[in-house]
């Protein structure tokens, strides 16, 4: 059976299987289930109120937004602040701890004014602060910022008109706390606090021993690029003394990584920071804060194990962890207890983003049935791999995948000597792949299957083109193999039948999907459902909101994509409603980018076409026609159109 056709099989499959194989229940958490019908669904405060995915792609579409198309469920944003917040409240209550939490927002995880600002009015209950590492980032933070009892933490490389445009913001009233991460940078601090006669409030970032782990641990430990060694600690701790800024040193900061897969390393490192607050302290300078850095995970697989893709812990066992070994350390050497700061961020904006694609095409070894069985005289060699595509023999399939290698291997020798003509090629590879395809069972057996065959589902799985760019809008995937869960926003009480990889529009061989979220395993294809000719089929890519927003490049100069912003709302049908949207990057826009002109280009075309309409290529009108189109795509989306995804889609259905 071709598996691009659709089976009857829904009596074999059910929702509570859709649900395990795609990993909802496990990455998905109580924010994302499917309803009876097949649709995706996502609980933004993790309860019964619910919106259909699909809803709000229809809507969006509506409203003349294109895919790819980035959704923003801002309640899902807003629990995920008001959990951390509410969690740190908790452990700090059951440990009877006597400080407090005071969590700061890392900026650079999601520098984008609709995420900071949600994210700020959800934390104003709790005065949730913002980080930021660099000038522009601290310019968002000052002009932002309205509560004086909530923190700004100043981390990364400082130059003088960034400390001066910190303490500048003390003198408006603000905590603004630069934390020290270069030896050389108490000089520039002290020099610019008796110029400006502003006393700054002064962290130092500790290069801690414990190394961190997963796919950023090379940020920590005593290599890292941040941080004080605890000679430095000391060097700087006598400068500020001697310059009477003694009392400005007040906080203790570190961080072991981006997405801290194992709990223990986040323990040891904490326990090792505090011993370094409470020597401080001892030495008489007025400590308050430990800043616990970043770390905190997200489980995009949801295996719960130590893998650089999950976490083996909950946010509950981490914020009672970073109270008790706090509190502990600070007990045993006899010292007041800190207030602490956490740095989350990748664990507050990843869950709200959703990035949706649409398939527009596939890419099938088999899209080219074998030839039915010639009645003239046939090619010896074609008539061996029908004999193996029949099983004539009766073999096994580790044998018949064997002699059609060989046979394979024959007709790319004979046709590169030139004694194979180019239909006889086509017809040996045709029933080659035809072959291959029917061992792809073997393949996946639940028993031990032979190296050879085992390969078989990866190199035979579909590759479905999506309308989107992994180096625009998925960049951790290329850059660093970060895997993110992908499923289909439909079609789930149906049961797939086609394993495939997902490639992008780019022109780049690395712009695909090949890596997927399993419990168990890297996936490295995913089962998702056959293309029908003139419907839709959308993709959900998941947790997205960290990093991938900004850090995402122009590759092909494909640009941002279109973005909605989704609230709850019980008084809708549908349960939500599209509060504000964000246009993606036209064409112009990017080219704008790159330094180049549409109205230029737009006049450099028309003078070609004039000369081709003085010579006789083309009629006037047709080069009217041209020119308007050419101006028309300038004002349009770098993206495949609706009626080239149709296209597309449809042009190669079986």
């Given at each position: 059976?071709n598996p691009n056709e659709p089976s009857d099989s829904?009596?074999?499959?059910?929702?509570?299987?859709?649900?395990?194989?795609?990993?909802?229940?496990?990455?998905?958490?109580?924010?994302?289930?499917?309803?009876?019908?097949?649709?995706?669904?996502?609980?933004?405060?993790?309860?019964?109120?619910?919106?259909?995915?699909?809803?709000?792609?229809?809507?969006?579409?509506?409203?003349?937004?294109?895919?790819?198309?980035?959704?923003?469920?801002?309640?899902?944003?807003?629990?995920?602040?008001?959990?951390?917040?509410?969690?740190?409240?908790?452990?700090?209550?059951?440990?009877?701890?006597?400080?407090?939490?005071?969590?700061?927002?890392?900026?650079?995880?999601?520098?984008?004014?609709?995420?900071?600002?949600?994210?700020?009015?959800?934390?104003?209950?709790?005065?949730?602060?913002?980080?930021?590492?660099?000038?522009?980032?601290?310019?968002?933070?000052?002009?932002?910022?309205?509560?004086?009892?909530?923190?700004?933490?100043?981390?990364?490389?400082?130059?003088?008109?960034?400390?001066?445009?910190?303490?500048?913001?003390?003198?408006?009233?603000?905590?603004?706390?630069?934390?020290?991460?270069?030896?050389?940078?108490?000089?520039?601090?002290?020099?610019?606090?008796?110029?400006?006669?502003?006393?700054?409030?002064?962290?130092?970032?500790?290069?801690?021993?414990?190394?961190?782990?997963?796919?950023?641990?090379?940020?920590?430990?005593?290599?890292?690029?941040?941080?004080?060694?605890?000679?430095?600690?000391?060097?700087?701790?006598?400068?500020?003394?001697?310059?009477?800024?003694?009392?400005?040193?007040?906080?203790?900061?570190?961080?072991?990584?981006?997405?801290?897969?194992?709990?223990?390393?986040?323990?040891?490192?904490?326990?090792?920071?505090?011993?370094?607050?409470?020597?401080?302290?001892?030495?008489?300078?007025?400590?308050?804060?430990?800043?616990?850095?970043?770390?905190?995970?997200?489980?995009?697989?949801?295996?719960?194990?130590?893998?650089?893709?999950?976490?083996?812990?909950?946010?509950?066992?981490?914020?009672?962890?970073?109270?008790?070994?706090?509190?502990?350390?600070?007990?045993?050497?006899?010292?007041?207890?800190?207030?602490?700061?956490?740095?989350?961020?990748?664990?507050?904006?990843?869950?709200?983003?959703?990035?949706?694609?649409?398939?527009?095409?596939?890419?099938?070894?088999?899209?080219?049935?074998?030839?039915?069985?010639?009645?003239?005289?046939?090619?010896?060699?074609?008539?061996?791999?029908?004999?193996?595509?029949?099983?004539?023999?009766?073999?096994?399939?580790?044998?018949?995948?064997?002699?059609?290698?060989?046979?394979?291997?024959?007709?790319?020798?004979?046709?590169?000597?030139?004694?194979?003509?180019?239909?006889?090629?086509?017809?040996?590879?045709?029933?080659?792949?035809?072959?291959?395809?029917?061992?792809?069972?073997?393949?996946?057996?639940?028993?031990?299957?032979?190296?050879?065959?085992?390969?078989?589902?990866?190199?035979?799985?579909?590759?479905?083109?999506?309308?989107?760019?992994?180096?625009?809008?998925?960049?951790?995937?290329?850059?660093?193999?970060?895997?993110?869960?992908?499923?289909?926003?439909?079609?789930?009480?149906?049961?797939?039948?086609?394993?495939?990889?997902?490639?992008?529009?780019?022109?780049?061989?690395?712009?695909?999907?090949?890596?997927?979220?399993?419990?168990?395993?890297?996936?490295?294809?995913?089962?998702?459902?056959?293309?029908?000719?003139?419907?839709?089929?959308?993709?959900?890519?998941?947790?997205?909101?960290?990093?991938?927003?900004?850090?995402?490049?122009?590759?092909?100069?494909?640009?941002?994509?279109?973005?909605?912003?989704v609230f709850l709302e019980d008084d809708e049908e549908?349960?939500?409603?599209?509060?504000?949207?964000?246009?993606?990057?036209?064409?112009?826009?990017?080219?704008?980018?790159?330094?180049?002109?549409?109205?230029?280009?737009?006049?450099?075309?028309?003078?070609?076409?004039?000369?081709?309409?003085?010579?006789?290529?083309?009629?006037?009108?047709?080069?009217?026609?041209?020119?308007?189109?050419?101006?028309?795509?300038?004002?349009?989306?770098?993206?495949?159109?609706?009626?080239?995804?149709?296209?597309?889609?449809?042009?190669?259905?079986?």
């Amino acid at each position: 059976m071709n598996p691009n056709e659709p089976s009857d099989s829904r009596t074999e499959w059910t929702i509570a299987d859709a649900k395990h194989y795609y990993g909802l229940k496990h990455w998905g958490g109580a924010n994302f289930s499917v309803d009876t019908n097949g649709y995706l669904m996502v609980h933004p405060h993790g309860d019964s109120a619910t919106i259909r995915i699909h809803d709000i792609v229809t809507e969006a579409l509506s409203k003349g937004h294109k895919l790819p198309l980035t959704i923003r469920i801002q309640d899902l944003l807003r629990t995920r602040v008001v959990r951390l917040n509410q969690l740190f409240a908790q452990a700090i209550e059951e440990e009877n701890y006597a400080g407090r939490y005071r969590g700061v927002f890392p900026i650079k995880v999601n520098q984008l004014r609709e995420v900071v600002e949600e994210i700020q009015d959800a934390g104003s209950p709790f005065h949730y602060g913002f980080e930021c590492g660099s000038k522009p980032e601290l310019m968002i933070a000052l002009a932002m910022h309205k509560d004086v009892e909530s923190l700004i933490i100043c981390n990364g490389y400082k130059d003088d008109a960034f400390v001066r445009l910190a303490l500048s913001g003390r003198r408006l009233g603000k905590s603004i706390f630069l934390v020290v991460e270069q030896l050389s940078e108490v000089r520039r601090i002290i020099q610019l606090s008796k110029e400006t006669g502003v006393r700054p409030l002064i962290g130092f970032r500790i290069k801690l021993a414990t190394a961190g782990e997963g796919k950023w641990a090379s940020s920590s430990g005593e290599n890292a690029k941040f941080g004080l060694t605890s000679p430095e600690v000391i060097d700087a701790a006598r400068r500020l003394k001697r310059a009477g800024l003694g009392d400005c040193l007040q906080l203790i900061h570190f961080h072991i990584g981006s997405q801290v897969p194992n709990i223990q390393t986040i323990k040891k490192a904490t326990v090792e920071a505090s011993r370094f607050y409470c020597e401080l302290s001892k030495l008489g300078f007025p400590m308050r804060y430990l800043d616990v850095g970043g770390g905190l995970g997200i489980d995009y697989d949801g295996s719960r194990s130590n893998f650089e893709s999950s976490m083996n812990y909950t946010l509950r066992e981490y914020t009672r962890d970073v109270v008790y070994n706090i509190k502990s350390i600070c007990q045993d050497a006899e010292v007041p207890p800190p207030d602490i700061i956490s740095e989350s961020g990748r664990a507050i904006v990843a869950p709200h983003s959703i990035l949706i694609t649409e398939v527009c095409d596939r890419i099938s070894k088999t899209s080219v049935a074998p030839r039915a069985s010639a009645t003239t005289k046939c090619n010896p060699l074609i008539r061996d791999l029908r004999a193996i595509l029949n099983n004539s023999h009766n073999s096994s399939p580790l044998e018949r995948y064997h002699d059609a290698q060989q046979k394979i291997e024959e007709a790319n020798n004979l046709f590169n000597l030139g004694y194979l003509p180019l239909k006889e090629k086509a017809d040996a590879d045709a029933l080659y792949w035809a072959i291959c395809r029917e061992l792809v069972p073997s393949g996946e057996a639940s028993t031990y299957a032979p190296e050879e065959l085992e390969s078989l589902p990866r190199v035979m799985a579909e590759q479905y083109v999506c309308n989107f760019s992994v180096f625009q809008s998925l960049i951790d995937h290329w850059a660093c193999d970060q895997l993110f869960p992908v499923a289909p926003l439909h079609r789930l009480n149906e049961k797939p039948t086609v394993d495939a990889t997902l490639v992008d529009i780019t022109c780049d061989s690395e712009g695909k999907i090949s890596k997927f979220t399993d419990v168990e395993d890297v996936r490295h294809s995913l089962r998702l459902h056959p293309l029908k000719p003139k419907e839709p089929y959308y993709l959900g890519v998941f947790l997205v909101g960290a990093y991938q927003d900004i850090m995402g490049d122009l590759h092909n100069l494909f640009g941002r994509v279109d973005e909605v912003h989704v609230f709850l709302e019980d008084d809708e049908e549908d349960g939500f409603y599209i509060e504000d949207s964000i246009k993606g990057f036209t064409i112009n826009d990017v080219l704008g980018f790159t330094q180049y002109d549409g109205h230029l280009l737009t006049r450099m075309m028309k003078k070609q076409i004039d000369r081709a309409t003085k010579a006789d290529q083309i009629k006037p009108r047709e080069g009217t026609r041209m020119l308007d189109e050419y101006a028309h795509l300038l004002k349009g989306p770098t993206y495949l159109s609706e009626d080239k995804q149709r296209q597309r889609r449809t042009k190669k259905q079986p």
